[in-house]
């Protein structure tokens, strides 16, 4: 290849690398109220969450957030470690956008002990902060606005309560994400509703998202060991549909019922091949936020949520009768 | 066979008496052998005595077969790379990336499955021959290079789905695919029934075999299999006899890629969508297959067959642990002890038996 070829191909690359990149999304001139504190084009927001867009539900969070962008015109960058569980990692890229002075910071809380020393230096440089997914806990404390999600053991609670009512004595839970403490919670919810006295005795399984094939297995040996197994909770969607293989290869009636929603999840429930899922409505994780900065900055408005500040965006439940309503919009990373 | 006679002095060598131990033991493949059949007794009996005989039934053993056949489908490629003296790093996100390729022609643009299958296979092949290319052309270590490829993969899947899709999960409709002829090739399962549960025979397990004993006949039997253990002893002195170096590299990175293509057309067919996260971290257990089957980090030795020993291990120690009833945080513990074992074990075969070093 020669050298101006080789260049013209690298100035190529570049330009596509530009144009798929993290460019902040900017409003389409959307205006605020008169007498407003700040002008809407001058409002930037910093987004730090703990999820890549390559998750599929973090996938979600992000349209959300492009979609408030876009309508509330305001500017808003969203940034996240490229390992889910590095703390440190995020961490840095708090202070990072800290030090840009942005006129709203957005963060999930996923760590408490790694990250409140970051947020704290935001709050205490006079930046407004709301926390979304995770965190609800300890926002109030680190003083952060408002936080945005849903309470983790709370919604694991639901599910067993759930699957209490529909006859099920013995369930397990399978973890994609040991160590994620939110995902913990949510399968420690599950065994309390369940009626565990002691949900660390739950049976937990774990496998990664990297291997369908090894989440199957796993799923198909637990239920081959013990035949007593009658209900299984997933905590994603890209574990279910090998769990729902698993189960349909038992031949056995055991209940499934997951954590977020996929095309493929709402179609099993469509079908009653699920119980049900779990909808925390992420979209509104990401959208809400951005939103409520908005209005704060301009003019210091700030919902209250539950008097604490707590908007709770979950859990829902997608079971057969609404399922169908939303496999589109799912489809399209809207749900 | 020839017997040592009665008369002194020692027997001259063409002679000398091998046992059949001392010949089985010879080959490369005998400590993975040694390490599948010491990890089975293990889970059997663990399981045994937890109450369950799940591990030693069918179903039980297709489970855990249909698990090493997965990453099974790219090891022997990476164990024929690694005799050739090369790693590659980017193995588990050009898995991901060919499954994103399916699920992205056939689902987002709506064009027929067999096509996206064949559109995935190429574009694949094409990154692994790239892989080659910058290797041979610019002399860097493979690890270094396919390090940075890795990266560039796996952004270049991130930016290709989100681009297009908005979404990392693509569902693809098992209607088109049990309807399409191509996809046969990879969704394909023998099912049968054993009081009331199914148990499958997953195509992967196939795809498994058939590759593993494709290299281990060119290892073994061919001209080109002698090329990639010359290439790999002693790059200058394979050139030096006329060994074209470059050609045997590059096709060796092909291949990889191209058996990547295989595994994530079987995942993305079995479980009808493609996700951006499959295949993360396989290029790590794919080596960690061809080390215990025996093949040398510095090249120029190694087993096809002991690598195809080493997914059934792992896949066994993966899978046996729920079996087991053991809590599933010992996996890792059990795959670093194997491979420690199986290293230690490899080396002191070759030196005692195989009279190499």
């Known amino acids: ?335 | 066979m020839a017997t040592t006679t009665a008369s002194a002095g020692p027997a001259p060598e063409r002679l000398r008496t091998v046992s059949l131990t001392q010949r089985l033991l010879a080959r490369p493949a005998a400590g993975a052998l040694v390490i599948v059949v010491f990890v089975f007794i293990v889970f059997a009996v663990l399981s045994e005595a937890r109450g369950s005989s799940a591990f030693l039934s069918i179903a039980g053993i297709l489970n855990y077969v249909g698990v090493a056949s997965q990453v099974g489908i790219i090891a022997t490629a990476v164990a024929l790379l690694m005799i050739a003296g090369e790693f590659d790093l980017s193995v588990g996100s050009l898995v991901g990336f060919s499954g994103i390729v399916i699920g992205i022609v056939s689902t987002v643009w709506g064009l027929p499955i067999w096509l996206a299958i064949i559109a995935s296979m190429i574009l694949t092949t094409g990154l692994g021959v790239l892989n080659g290319l910058i290797v041979v052309r610019t002399g860097l270590p493979s690890f270094i290079v396919t390090l940075a490829t890795m990266f560039i993969i796996g952004g270049l899947s991130s930016v290709l789905v989100l681009t297009l899709t908005n979404i990392t999960f693509i569902r693809i409709d098992p209607d088109l695919i049990a309807a399409d002829p191509l996809a046969q090739l990879f969704s394909w399962k023998f099912s049968f029934v054993f009081d009331g549960a199914t148990s499958d025979l997953y195509v992967s397990v196939i795809w498994w075999i058939l590759i593993a004993a494709v290299g281990a006949y060119i290892l073994g039997r061919r001209k080109f299999g002698n090329w990639i253990t010359g290439v790999g002893g002693s790059p200058t002195a394979a050139r030096n006899l006329g060994v074209p170096v470059a050609r045997v590299k590059v096709t060796l990175f092909a291949a990889t890629a191209f058996s990547a293509s295989i595994l994530a057309a079987c995942q993305s067919m079995q479980f009808s969508s493609a996700d951006i996260q499959r295949g993360g971290g396989w290029e790590l257990q794919a080596i960690t297959m061809a080390v215990i089957g025996g093949c040398l980090l510095s090249g120029g030795y190694g087993s096809v067959v002991g690598t195809a020993f080493g997914a059934l291990a792992l896949g066994m120690a993966n899978i046996g642990i729920v079996y087991a009833s053991i809590n599933a945080d010992w996996y890792k513990i059990a795959i670093g002890l194997l491979l420690l074992t199986a290293v230690v074990l490899n080396n002191w075969i070759r030196r005692r038996f195989a009279g190499l070093r």
């Open chain 1, 1 to 335: 290849m020669d050298k101006r070829k080789f260049a013209g191909l690298m100035a190529g690359a570049i330009l596509v690398l530009a144009a798929c990149s993290s460019t902040p999304s900017a409003g389409t001139g959307a205006k605020g109220p008169d007498g407003a504190l700040v002008k809407r084009a001058d409002i930037k927001i910093e987004v730090v969450t703990h999820g890549q867009a390559i998750d599929g539900f973090w996938g979600v969070v992000r349209n959300g957030v492009k979609a408030a962008a876009s309508d509330m015109g305001v500017t808003v960058n969203y940034n996240a470690p490229a390992q889910e569980s590095d703390m440190p990692g995020m961490s840095a890229l708090i202070d990072a956008a800290v030090a840009k002075h942005p006129t709203g910071l957005v963060v999930s809380i996923p760590n408490p002990d790694a990250l409140s020393p970051a947020i704290t230096k935001a709050v205490a440089a006079g930046i407004p902060v709301v926390s979304m997914n995770s965190g609800s806990d300890v926002f109030k404390k680190l003083g952060i606005l408002a936080h945005v999600g849903q309470t983790e053991f709370q919604a694991g609670q639901g599910a067993g309560e759930r699957f209490l009512a529909a006859g099920v004595k013995n369930a397990v839970c399978f973890n994609q994400e040991v160590g994620n403490q939110a995902l913990t919670l949510r399968c420690n919810g599950f065994f309390t509703g369940l009626g565990l006295t002691d949900p660390s005795k739950g049976k937990v399984l774990t496998g990664k998202i990297s291997d369908p094939a090894g989440m199957q297995a796993t799923i198909s040996a637990a239920i081959q060991t013990d035949p007593t197994i009658d209900g299984i909770l997933t905590l994603g969607p890209s574990v279910a549909k090998p769990a729902l293989a698993a189960v349909q290869a038992s031949g056995k009636t055991i209940h499934l019922a997951t954590f977020d929603l996929s095309a493929d999840v709402l179609t099993a429930i469509k079908d009653g091949k699920m119980d049900f899922a779990i909808d925390q409505q992420q979209f509104l994780q990401g959208y809400l936020p951005i939103v409520i900065l908005t209005n704060y900055a301009e003019t210091r408005n700030l919902p209250t949520g539950d008097g604490t500040g707590l908007i709770m965006t979950g859990p829902g439940f997608v079971t057969k009768d609404n399922a169908a309503d939303v496999i589109a919009l799912s489809a399209k990373g809207l749900r």
